[in-house]
């Protein structure tokens, strides 16, 4: 893509993010979802589960979507929005890229049929979920954002606090099928949210199926699907539309991004 294009792009994102007004702490609905999709990151679970999402809700299943962290750790980016270099940023940087790949996730979702309702934001820190996993009694502060309890949910960054969260939300909304980022996954946050995922399974004692995902590696050993579904061609043209609400993405991985819109998702 030339490179002034890339900058209209992201642009034109931040004045759509800035005009459209979304309550971020609007209450998630008390009722029960069929599916239950954990991504680590904003983006994630449109980059694994778009045709999954749309296959679903045109079977009249409910779908919810829970984001791990707010994507505030990726400097590059924080950088690409702030207009300087990734080493005078700040934490006011970093948290106002939160921030607003919050709003592109919720952008995203909205394409897909989904709306605020249908996502839980649990405000962790991103690119630090191994070290949260790790803290037991002290919280970890994040050094990209210094918060040490998310703005989301004011919980604490330690690992019985996401436990907590996760346990709760598979216990209210009752999921079917939880979808989560697999321990096979070459992203260290990837393979964290699925030790998460998989004890607070253990303790809330659900009983229904756990697929996993990999955003980032294809490489699953000897691991083979359970399952895979395919694409049609409305579904991927939707998948790349919804691609494109990631406007603080694009300029630094928009063809990675984008060769995620094709004909298969693998779960595992």
């Not at 592109?104 to 070290?131: C, K, V």
């Not at 598979?170 to 260290?188: C, E, K, M, Q, W």
């Not at 809330?204 to 083979?224: E, Q, R």
Request: neutral net charge; contains cysteine; charged residues 20%.
């Amino acid at each position: 893509m030339p490179y002034n294009t890339r900058y209209f792009l992201l642009f034109l994102g931040l004045a759509v993010v800035t005009l459209i007004s979304v309550n971020l702490h609007f209450p998630t609905p008390a009722g029960k979802a069929d599916i239950l999709i954990i991504s680590p990151h904003p983006d994630d679970a449109v980059l694994c589960c778009t045709g999954l999402i749309l296959q679903a809700l045109g079977q009249k299943k409910r779908v919810h979507i829970v984001e791990m962290t707010d994507g505030d750790g990726y400097a590059d980016a924080a950088a690409l929005l702030a207009k300087k270099s990734a080493g005078l940023l700040t934490l006011i940087d970093m948290r106002r890229l939160g921030r607003v790949r919050k709003h592109e996730e919720i952008l995203a979702m909205q394409t897909l049929g989904l709306n605020r309702n249908h996502i839980t934001f649990l405000g962790y820190p991103d690119g630090w979920l191994d070290e949260v996993y790790n803290a037991e009694d002290t919280p970890f502060r994040s050094p990209f954002t210094e918060l040490s309890r998310s703005a989301s949910s004011d919980t604490l960054y330690i690992k019985s606090s996401v436990i907590a969260d996760l346990t709760s939300i598979i216990a209210r909304y009752a999921p079917t099928h939880v979808y989560v980022s697999g321990n096979f996954d070459s992203a260290l946050d990837h393979r964290v949210t699925y030790k998460f995922v998989t004890d607070a399974v253990k303790i809330s004692g659900y009983t229904g199926k756990l697929f996993m995902y990999a955003n980032h590696t294809t490489d699953s050993g000897t691991l083979l699907p359970e399952y895979e579904l395919t694409l049609t061609r409305e579904q991927k043209q939707a998948k790349a539309a919804a691609i494109t609400a990631y406007t603080s993405q694009l300029p630094l991985d928009g063809d990675y991004l984008r060769s995620f819109a094709g004909t298969k998702e693998l779960f595992y």
